[in-house]
Nanobody, 113 residues
């Protein structure tokens, strides 16, 4: 059974930092690209960052220079380090295993100004 479990969300002041984690089970983690998406109230879900199985990364323009995606294949975990958080980063953040088409349950990030 495929499971993706996010953690690390919460309430943070603008300018602060959070690190999200997504622990995967039931998949061959090293074979799949992994991504973080987010969905703000009233908006469509958008891709935030992606890391390929080879370690290449891409980011949406609005988070470049502030967010860093990484992965630890030994721990079957993908991370999203979020620095210099802004109000507009408030959303539910989801991890996604591309090869399996599976989503995690999401973790809420709220940035207070």
């Amino acid at each position: 059974q495929v499971q993706l479990v996010e953690s690390g969300g919460g309430l943070v002041q603008a300018g602060g930092s959070l690190r999200l984690s997504c622990a995967a089970s039931g998949i061959i983690f090293r074979l799949t690209d992994m991504a973080w998406y987010r969905q703000a109230p009233g908006k469509q879900r958008e891709l935030v960052a992606l890391i390929t199985r080879g370690g290449s990364t891409t980011y949406v323009d609005s988070v470049k220079g502030r967010f860093t995606i990484s992965r630890d294949n030994a721990k079957n975990t993908v991370y999203l380090q979020m620095n210099s958080l802004k109000d507009e980063d408030t959303a539910i953040y989801y991890c996604y295993a591309d090869l399996y088409g599976k989503w995690g349950q999401g973790t809420q990030v709220t940035v207070a100004s």
